[in-house]
């Protein structure tokens, strides 16, 4: 059985693709023999893709985006695009005029968003696999925790998003999932490098991510306000227990402070909505995707188009981020973000002064129902993001890996480090890892 045989034979259980690519001969090179999906948001040469959202229906690319190509490059096989929520817009991966992927732990539960697609093919994936991935404010941690699989987010600038429908210039970011630290781990490595496309990647050396060490004399940071109020107590249970292994493995543990923390989902949501409002406008029905018979004038037609192509997470997001920004009401909200966003970066680079890795329960709960969802207003889909967003306002790199569970859901451990230093929470993670 072909790799789109047995992905379509999985996806009619759980929902996860968006579009099939073809089988494709096998390549030489690290990815040899590894089924590679691709989030809806990445652009695949030939494969419609359409981030979600319905506005882009019928967009074929005519390139493929730098992850992409050097997925290729190490003979990777791109079997599809993975589903999520339209233009990244969620939590729970329910914002999605598509299917909604199912958890594989409990079909009846969200696989988290806003990259659902990948986590849950990677976490029922029975051959070599892995994911093209891209997080905002928590994209690949979230699902990557509740599906019960590694995501790596890496320092922003780290890997190319030419090829990316992005919505946040400033916080998107393009990383990994897999069932095993070393495979995203090397995954990251191919991907990662600089890139004559994106002038925003950085030209540093990639360092092997597949050569770690252990955790000895490693100085691990426990962020107090990541614990206690809001943290489930039996989620909270297994992150200590994950942390415990790695002190007595030699690493040495300590509580600090990232006290903007309460501030940080306030920031994230002004800043990414208001950057969505400007990336998002060129989606008006004339050059991409769904297109309309021109009746009126051109603001008729934007807006018929918009209204039809557009969910309503989309349409909420752009009219807040349109009013953060607009003159009479930019310094009271936009400006003010952004001095927050500093503040939060600030501590990051405080805390690093004293630590390595900072360790922390990835989400505050298990994967919730889909009808506990549904009872939810939209500010508790984005108070879910509290753990997750601080750390992508500061672009440092994080890895969340599984570390138990509780009531036979996954539990993910957020492991984080200084800018372009992957390397040393790729090692904590391979310890939990390896129990």
């Not at 992905?7 to 001969?25: C, T, V």
């Not at 696989?111 to 994936?125: F, K």
Request: glycine letters at 10%; aromatic letters at 8%; a negative charge.
């Amino acid at each position: 059985m072909s790799f789109i045989d047995r992905i379509r034979e999985l996806d009619d259980k759980y929902h996860f693709i968006n579009a099939y690519a073809g089988d494709e001969p096998y390549g030489e090179g690290l990815l040899s023999g590894y089924a590679v999906s691709v989030k809806d948001n990445v652009c695949v040469k030939g494969l419609e893709s359409k981030a979600g959202s319905k506005i882009l229906e019928g967009y074929v690319p005519p390139f493929d985006a730098t992850v992409v190509v050097k997925s290729r490059a190490e003979g990777g096989i791109i079997i599809g695009k993975t589903t999520q929520d339209e233009f990244g817009f969620g939590t729970f991966n329910v914002n999605t005029p598509y299917k909604v992927p199912l958890n594989p732990h409990d079909v009846e539960r969200s696989t988290g968003g806003s990259s659902g697609g990948a986590a849950c093919l990677t976490e029922v994936a029975d051959f070599k696999h892995v994911a093209i991935s891209e997080s905002t404010g928590g994209s690949i941690s979230c699902p990557a925790s509740w599906c019960g699989v590694v995501g790596i987010t890496p320092t922003y600038g780290r890997v190319s998003r030419w090829g990316l429908i992005d919505y946040a210039n400033s916080l998107d970011k393009i990383g990994v999932m897999a069932k095993t630290v070393k495979e995203a781990a090397m995954f990251l490595g191919v991907i990662s490098g600089p890139d004559k496309y994106d002038s925003t990647v950085l030209n540093t050396p990639v360092p092997d991510y597949t050569q770690l060490g252990s955790v000895e004399g490693v100085r691990i940071g426990v962020p107090k306000e990541y614990l206690g109020k809001g943290v489930d107590h039996k989620v909270e249970e297994q992150v200590w227990g994950s942390i415990k292994k790695l002190e007595s493995r030699g690493a040495s543990i300590s509580e600090i402070s990232l006290p903007h923390t309460k501030y940080s989902l306030s920031s994230y949501y002004i800043i990414a909505m208001a950057e969505a409002s400007t990336n998002l406008a060129k989606f008006s029905g004339l050059r991409y995707g769904l297109q309309n018979p021109i009746e009126g004038d051109f603001n008729q037609y934007f807006s018929k188009v918009r209204a039809e192509g557009m969910g309503d997470e989309t349409k909420r997001r752009i009219i807040l981020g349109s009013f953060t920004r607009m003159a009479g009401y930019r310094n009271a909200y936009y400006l003010k973000a952004l001095k927050v966003r500093t503040r939060v970066i600030e501590d990051f680079k405080k805390a690093f002064k004293e630590v390595d890795v900072l360790a922390a329960p990835t989400m505050p709960v298990v994967a919730p129902r889909f009808d506990e969802i549904a009872e939810l207003e939209p500010i508790q889909h984005y108070m879910m993001d509290i753990l997750t967003v601080a750390p992508n306002l500061a672009g440092i790199p994080m890895v969340t890996v599984p570390c138990g569970n509780v009531d036979g859901m996954p539990v993910g451990l957020h492991l984080m480090s200084d800018h372009l230093n992957e390397v040393k929470a790729l090692e904590a993670a391979q310890e939990v890892e390896q129990g």
